[in-house]
């Protein structure tokens, strides 16, 4: 398999920053986003950006600006299916997804969502980190690791599966991985959790701290 597309989501209604678009908030002089852009596009053949609204407020970015298909806020799987769409128009046969206001992520994210999908017939692995004890002891469900399910290796092939999930009302991504024997790659988590995102104003002032160690 070669390498995927990339695309990045930045459909969120951003609500704890006072709404807006979280990606063009700086970071070390940067926008998140154009730290998201450094990040991936070395990883992928060709990337695009899922977003809502006018497109021009992007035009600097120089990329194929990608709106949800789904009617009102769906979440990040109508991103995905966005993205699973364009793809298909380019003849790709999967993704990765990344979020706009995750500025650290691995720069060996793809190499290790491929890898772990190696042997699936349609590749689909979601990005996970372990659990710290705290953590381990509030949470529910699988106490061992969290799930990243923005960055993810998505696969063409069940795009049609995924409409139909979203216009069937579900939501939850990890709902619909699972349906489909979804897998996980798991990235480390020193010296901090590289999915660490900008929800807040306090998460922004502690993206600059976390930015020489990134």
């Not at 995927?4 to 986003?33: E, F, H, N």
């Not at 980190?129 to 106490?143: F, I, N, V």
């Not at 991985?177 to 502690?206: K, M, S």
């Amino acid at each position: 398999m070669g390498k995927p597309l990339g695309v990045i989501l930045a459909g969120g209604l951003a609500t704890r920053m006072g709404g807006g678009d979280k990606g063009l908030l700086q970071v070390g002089g940067q926008s998140l986003l154009h730290h998201v852009i450094n990040r991936l596009r070395p990883q992928v053949e060709g990337l695009a950006l899922n977003t809502n609204g006018d497109a021009a407020r992007f035009a600097d970015l120089n990329l194929p600006v990608i709106p949800d298909s789904i009617e009102g806020f769906a979440g990040p799987l109508a991103g995905v299916l966005a993205g699973l769409d364009w793809a298909a128009e380019q003849g790709a046969e999967s993704i990765v997804t990344a979020a706009a206001d995750t500025p650290f992520f691995p720069r060996d994210l793809v190499t290790r969502l491929t890898e772990a999908a190696d042997g699936q017939t349609h590749p689909l692995v979601l990005a996970t980190t372990p659990r710290t004890g705290d953590e381990a002891l509030k949470s529910g469900g699988d106490k061992r690791v969290n799930r990243h399910p923005t960055f993810g290796l998505w696969p063409v092939a069940l795009r049609d599966d995924l409409r139909a999930a979203l216009n069937g009302g579900l939501r939850k991504v990890v709902l619909w991985t699972d349906q489909h024997d979804g897998r996980e790659a798991l990235f480390p988590a020193d010296p901090f959790d590289p999915f660490f995102n900008v929800n807040t104003p306090e998460d922004l002032i502690r993206a600059e701290t976390l930015l020489e160690l990134a």
